[in-house]
């Protein structure tokens, strides 16, 4: 690249970032991390398949970084007006971001990227995976249009449900703990609190309750366990599993639904991902529930060990998704963020064209790259 050209996108790289409120993220301590993008192709093999299933593909990027922290994100929230990002690791860190778009509207860029720890109830960072594997994450910002609200995060291992203030403190927040295996029982070691999404509350005001879908704890009935909270009260239900695929994430609809992100894996058959819709109405105490099957695609994809899910609606009422992948810190995996589009209920009247207040890639289409010990550390015992 030639340094008139380094210069222009370096400036263009400014203009796309400043316009973003600083107030859309929570505040990090951390330092910013290098790190490089390369745009995806949905299928490789085919490169004009754009639609599969009930899916549209809208973009997607390879996050590469040499930062030994960057990687193992298991859950994914997206700002509703989409411009910034919200994720935390299995080894207990956040993650936030700046999200960029081309002139159609695709994701196709990164900028702004910070890690910081994330902190246990004594305040201090959160110590090995044991202790840090956080795998589910939901936000309530009530009706702010930033990622600064209460943030829901579902561990495993250490099985339990903390809320953090990132409103008040940002990623410094102290968590307060709402639920762990002594409330909701025995469950597996590593296929625990896999999805977590709130509810309204059932008399409509006070807290919000919390549903919970687990990865691979089965009842004797060789169904997922999932259960929803109201405080301390556990309702129990399960969803119908689909072999070999395990649940990794939801993410609740305007309406209601349920979008439930599910993965496979084999050596033989290599990844694959799956993405059911619940009905709101199957969801209550006592019930087996499935869903419609919306996309079920394999490797041949560009798709790794998808574990985060988020959503926001558009303009023009139509859904678009967003899933992030769980590289487990394996050079041989990688860490994809992938936006898709799911036409809506018809809720909102049709607007022309797409939102010209996404930040935008510096050079439309191409790729954003380098240019661009408390009671939390006590297992339940057997």
């Keep these: ?5 380094a210069v222009c996108v370096f400036m263009a790289c400014i203009v796309a970032t400043a316009a973003i409120p600083i107030a859309a993220l ?26 599969t299933g009930a899916l549209t593909w809208e973009g997607g990027i390879e996050i590469s970084s ?31 971001a700046i999200l960029l778009y081309d002139e159609r509207g695709r994701l196709s860029g990164l900028a702004e990227s910070k890690i910081s720890p994330m902190l246990g109830l004594d305040g201090q960072p959160i110590s090995g995976k044991a202790l840090g594997d956080a795998e589910s994450l939901v936000i309530d ?31 410094g927040a102290k ?7 002594r409330h909701f029982g025995r469950l597996n070691l ?30 004797p009935r060789g169904d997922i366990k999932a259960f929803i909270a109201e405080g301390h009260d556990i309702s129990w239900f399960a969803i119908e599993p689909r072999e070999p695929y395990k649940p990794t994430d939801m993410a609740r609809l305007p309406n209601g639904d349920i979008l439930l992100l599910e993965r496979r894996f084999s050596m033989l058959a290599g990844v694959g991902m799956q993405l059911r819709r619940i009905a709101a109405e199957d969801i ?9 099957v919306l996309v079920d695609v394999g490797q041949r994809y560009s798709i790794d060990n998808m574990e985060g899910l988020a959503i926001r609606e558009d303009e023009n009422g139509d859904l678009l998704v967003y899933m992030i992948s769980d590289n487990n810190f394996n050079a041989l995996q990688r860490t994809l963020l992938l936006m898709f589009r799911l036409p809506g209920e018809g809720t909102k009247p049709a607007l022309p064209g797409r939102s010209s207040t996404l930040p935008q890639t510096p050079e439309a289409g191409a790729p954003f790259g380098e240019a661009d010990k408390s009671e939390e550390a006590v297992q339940e015992p057997s």
């Design 190 to 219: 590593n296929a625990g609190i896999e999805s977590l999404e709130l509810l309204p509350p059932s008399n409509g005001s006070g807290e919000p309750r919390l549903l919970a879908i687990t990865e691979e704890t089965l009842d």
């Design 141 to 171: 910002s009530g009706k702010s249009e930033t990622l600064l609200g209460n943030a829901y995060v579902g561990f495993e291992r250490a099985h339990r449900i903390w809320r953090y203030d990132l409103e008040k403190s940002g990623a």
């Design 26 to 51: 929570p505040v990090l301590a951390a330092d910013s991390v290098e790190f490089t993008t390369s745009q995806l192709i949905w299928n490789p093999e085919d490169r004009t398949e754009t639609k």
């Design 284 to 292: 209550k105490p006592d019930a087996i529930v499935d869903g419609e």
């Design 66 to 96: 040499s930062d030994p922290e960057f990687g193992g994100w298991s859950g994914l929230a997206i700002s509703p007006d989409g411009s910034a990002l919200l994720a935390v690791s299995d080894e207990g860190r956040w993650l936030t």
């Design 175 to 181: 968590p307060e703990q709402l639920l762990t295996q």
């Design 1 to 5: 690249m030639s340094i008139a050209r």
